[in-house]
C-alpha cells in the first residue's frame, strides 16, 4: 500500500480540517490584539455585573412619582457619570457597560427583580468560565439595597398581581394556586422588555446626539400646555434631552481615559493610537461621523447603550450594515485613508464586545427556559436597494471576511439574496457556511418583499427591510412595534386532548376546558374536535396575559435611547415602550407575538412555517 504523504493530505483537506489537523483553533490570521482580546475573553468566568442594578435603584428611590421614562433617563445620566471607566490595551474600538474585560450577565430589576433574592445560588468563590457567578460583595449588594426595593416595585410581580385579578383565567393557565409555572406558556414578557428589534443606526451616524438633541429642543419650544398629550410630550422631551446627554458624557469620559493613556505611552506609534482612538471618541457619537472608523464607533456606542437601557440589548439587531456604513468606507478608501485589511480588523472589534455580553434570563420562570447563552445582534448584508437595485457592494465581502474563521458566534450573520445576486457573493456565502458555525441565515427577497407588498407596505420600504431576532423580518425605519412575548407549548394541548383538560405533570390539575375521556373517542374528528377546542381556549389565554402585558409594561419600563433614535417615535412622541406605534400603511396595529415551543413534535397543519412566531393583529389604528 502506497504511503499517504502530509502534501497529499493537505490537498484533501479543507483549509478548516487542516487547521485542526495542525491543532489549531482557526486558520484565519487576524491581528495582534484580536489574538490576545479572545482568548482572555474566553477564560474569564461570566460575572453579574451587578453595578447598572445599584445605579438604577439608587435612582429609582429618588425619583418615585415621576414618568417612567423621565426617571430612566436619569438612571442612564447618572450611569453615564458614575460607572468606572475600563479601556484594555489591545482594543481599538472602546466602550463597555462592564468595566472589564470579559464575559457579563447584566441583570434587570425592573422588569424581574422581584425574585433577587433567590440569586444566592450564583455565588461561587471558584467559578468555572462557563458558570455565571456573583461576587460576595456583588452579592451583599444585591441582598441589602437591590432585591428589598424591586421585589414590590418590579414589572413582573405587579404583572402578575394584575393578571391574576384581572384575567384570572390566563392567570391559572400558567400558574397553579401556589405559584407554580404549568408550563403551558412562559412569561417571557417579563424576564425581557421586549421582542427583538433594530435600531435606525444610519440616523445616528448623519445626525449625532447633539443633533437629535437639536430636534428635541425644537420640539420643547412648538409644545404647548393646551396640547391634550402636554405632560406626556413633555415627559418625552425631557427623557430625551438627558438621554442625549447621558451618551455624550460618557463617550467624552472615554475619550479623556483614552488621552490618559496616550500620555503613558513612550512607543510612538502606540502614542499615536490613543490619540487617534481619543479624538475619535470625543467627535462621535456626539457629532456625524465622517470616517468608517468613527462611524463604527459611533455604531457601537449606539449598540452598547441597548445593553444598558432595557432587557434586550442583545437581540437589538445591527441593521444593514453593509448599507449604512458603505459610504464612509468608499469615502476613506477614495482617498487613502484606510485598507481593506485595516476595515477587517476593525470590524472584529465590535464582534469581541457583542460576544462579553451575555443574554442570561434571571426570571425566576424564565431562568430554565433556555439552554446557553444564545442572542442575535443580526448583522444583514447584501439584498436589494430601495430602488431595486443589487445591493452588493465590496464592503458585503469584507463583512462576510471578518466573520470568517474567528470562533466568534456574535453577532450571528444573515444574507438576502435574489435573483440578480453576484456568483460571488453565492459562491462566498457557501465558503461561510462551510464552516459549520451555523451563519449565514439565507433570506429570499423573492418571497419576503412580495410578501411585504401584499400587506401594502409601499416598493422602496418593502427592497429595504433588515432582519433581527432569530429570523423576523423588519422595515427599521417604520416597523418599530417591539411587542412582549410568551413562550407557548404546543404540545401541552394535545396533551389535555387526550387527558381531559388535564395536566398530568401537576397531579391531574384542570388547566384547560373538559372535552372528554379519550377513551370514549370513536374517531379521529374526536380527537381533533378536541384537540382545536383546546387550542382555541389556549390562544384566548395567550392572547388576553399578552394584550394586559401590553398595557402595563409602559408603567414599569422606558426606553428613552430607543425612542429618539427611531424616528417614529420621536414622530409621535412616545416611549418605544408604548405600543402602538408604527409605520402608516394599512392594517396597522399593535401587534401580540407568541414564541412556539415543540413545533418540531407536534405538526399543526395551519401553524405559519415561515417563522417559529404568530403574530396576531390587534386591532386597526392607521388608516
Known sequence: MQAVTADAIAEVLSPQEQALAQGKSTWVETNEEF???????????????????????DVHKRTEGEPINVRHAKFLKEFAERIPIYIHPDETLIGSPAPWVGRYVTPFPECDGSGYSELKWMLNDNPAPSEAFITFDDWKLIENQIAPYWKTNALDINFLSLLRTAA???????????????????????????????LDYDRVLKTGFRGIRAELEVLR?????TDSRYLEKHAFIEAGLLTCDAVITWARRYADAAAELAKQQKDPQKRAKWEKIAEINRWVPENPARTFAEALQCQWWT?????????????????????????????DKAAGRITDEEVVDLLRMPYLKMYQYIFMPLAANAAGATEGFAHFECVCIGGQTPDGRDATNDLTYLIMKSKRG??????????????????????????????????????????????????????PLAYDYTINGCEEVRQIRAEVYNCGSAYRNLVMPLEMALNDGRIRR????????????????????????????????????????TILYEDVRAKYIASPLSSIVNPPYMHEMKDAMVSGVGFECKDYVSLVNMDMIGPATLSIPWLPSRSSSLTTRRLRCRK
Open 303 to 331: 449598540q452598547a447603550w441597548t445593553r444598558i437601557e432595557f432587557n434586550i440589548g442583545g437581540n437589538v439587531g445591527n441593521g444593514r450594515l453593509d448599507q449604512y456604513l458603505y459610504p464612509y468606507y468608499h469615502a
Open 35 to 57: 489574538r490576545r482580546l479572545l482568548p482572555q475573553i474566553r477564560q474569564s468566568p461570566i460575572r453579574l455585573f451587578v453595578e447598572r442594578a445599584k445605579i438604577l435603584t
Open 506 to 545: 401537576l397531579k391531574d390539575v384542570q388547566v384547560g376546558p373538559k372535552t372528554g375521556d379519550p377513551r370514549a373517542f370513536k374517531s379521529f374528528d374526536e380527537v381533533w374536535d378536541a384537540y382545536t377546542t383546546q387550542m382555541k381556549y389556549y390562544i384566548k389565554q395567550v392572547f388576553d396575559r
Open 221 to 225: 419650544a412648538e409644545l404647548r400646555p
Open 406 to 459: 474567528v470562533g466568534v458566534t456574535m453577532p450571528d450573520l444573515a444574507v438576502r439574496f435574489h435573483s440578480t445576486t453576484p456568483e460571488r457573493l453565492l459562491h462566498e456565502i457557501a465558503e461561510t457556511i462551510k464552516e459549520g458555525q451555523g451563519y449565514p441565515k439565507l433570506v429570499n427577497d423573492e418571497i419576503v418583499i412580495p410578501m411585504y407588498l401584499a400587506k401594502g407596505v409601499p416598493l
Open 168 to 198: 384570572p383565567d390566563a392567570y391559572r393557565y400558567a400558574w397553579t394556586d401556589d405559584g407554580k409555572p404549568t408550563g403551558v406558556y412562559f412569561e417571557t414578557g417579563i424576564a425581557r422588555s421586549s421582542q427583538n428589534w433594530t
